[in-house]
């Protein structure tokens, strides 16, 4: 089988490490180059345990991944959003295809980075060009055809899955969506500070960033896509004392003339053909546990038709936030991005980490 050369930077971050662990086993991929300045010199077996030829390589230095690009087809970033926005462009001049799981691309109005991101965008051309890459709900044939895919960010992707089947069809009213959602610590990468150590997370569920989150306008932007105008949202995510994962209840109110049963129909029609996502009868059958470790989301809906709410719509969603929220969707939009059958390497899944 032909291998197509690709390469990955930002390596070893939680993101990064799942990606060279779906990698390794990625039986027509060829991983050239890993790049990290955390862990310059030393290989991957050695940090991560990853064997094979991919375990075999060092990483180098974030600064050399240019020149460590030349004959990939792809280059796959787990970099900070200001890294990509710098390096993504140049690779694009050399030819190499990008798959970025930062937010540099995501968000179609440069206006917006100041604000949520804190930076001056310096690329906007690059925002109308990048495919954001969520294959269940976009245009498969754009990511395949696309030079740059933006990955989602793991909040909008679980919030997106839940609500736009049901913003497609036109089951929810055009009043405001409030979406909570937890994460586990992971999601937050490896950060050295006290407000993640152990003790300070341990035995403990908190909000954060709350009306201030930098997903909120990715979120509000895919929603928008999928109603076809824009749509009114709170989001409030919490921190929760477990590594991976992610839970997200969001509540909306029914459509006038809309009926309960249209909107598991409308799940149900979304995700037919999607192995990657399961429809489950009832929202408490949703957990992390489900779907950590694991390239898959689940999502269930129910509505009260009577009680202290009629017409309220509840959605929950669930998914492993390191995967399907970054490395295993990234895998997606690349095997879709080299012709690839879409689950190439993520059926069976090869394991996790942390």
């Not at 010199?41 to 600064?63: F, Q």
Request: charged residues 20%; neutral net charge.
């Amino acid at each position: 089988m032909h291998k197509y050369a690709i390469g990955v930077v930002g390596a070893s971050g939680y993101s990064g490490i799942e990606l060279c662990r779906i990698l390794a086993a990625h039986p027509a991929v060829e991983v050239r180059f890993v790049a990290s300045d955390r862990w310059e010199g030393a290989t991957v077996r050695a940090r991560t345990g990853i064997g094979g030829a991919l375990g075999a390589l060092a990483y180098g230095p974030n600064a050399q991944a240019l020149k460590a690009s030349e004959g990939c087809a792809v280059v796959l970033l787990a970099t900070p959003a200001e890294a990509s926005m710098e390096l993504a462009p140049a690779l694009l001049e050399r030819g190499v295809k990008v798959v970025d799981l930062s937010g540099a691309f995501r968000l179609a109005d440069a206006a917006a980075y100041p604000r949520h991101y804190g930076f001056e965008h310096r690329r906007p051309a690059l925002l109308g060009t990048s495919v954001f890459g969520l294959p269940e709900l976009v245009d498969r044939k754009a990511i395949a055809s696309a030079r740059l895919v933006a990955n989602p960010g793991c909040y909008p992707t679980a919030a997106a899955l839940a609500l736009v089947p049901l913003l497609r069809a036109g089951l929810l009213a055009d009043e405001s969506i409030v979406i909570d959602a937890a994460s586990g610590v992971s999601g937050a990468g490896r950060q050295a500070s006290e407000a993640y150590s152990f003790c300070e997370v341990a035995d403990d569920v908190r909000p954060y960033k709350v009306l201030r989150h930098q997903h909120t306008p990715e979120i509000a932007q895919s929603l928008a896509r999928g109603a076809g105008k824009a749509v009114r949202l709170t989001f409030t995510p919490h921190l929760l004392p477990i590594r991976r994962g992610i839970l997200s209840t969001a509540s909306a109110r029914l459509a006038p003339g809309a009926g309960p049963s249209a909107l598991a129909e409308a799940l149900h029609a979304a995700y037919r053909d999607e192995p990657l996502v399961e429809v489950l009868d009832a929202p408490e059958q949703v957990s992390i546990a489900r779907v950590a470790g694991t390239p898959r989301a689940s999502v269930a809906v129910s509505a009260a038709d009577a009680g202290f709410d009629p017409g309220r719509v509840v959605v929950v969603s669930a998914i492993d936030n390191l995967l399907k929220g970054a490395a295993s969707q990234a895998v997606q939009n690349l095997n879709l991005m080299l012709g690839l059958p879409e689950r190439t390497a993520l059926e069976p899944f090869p394991g996790v980490s942390p």
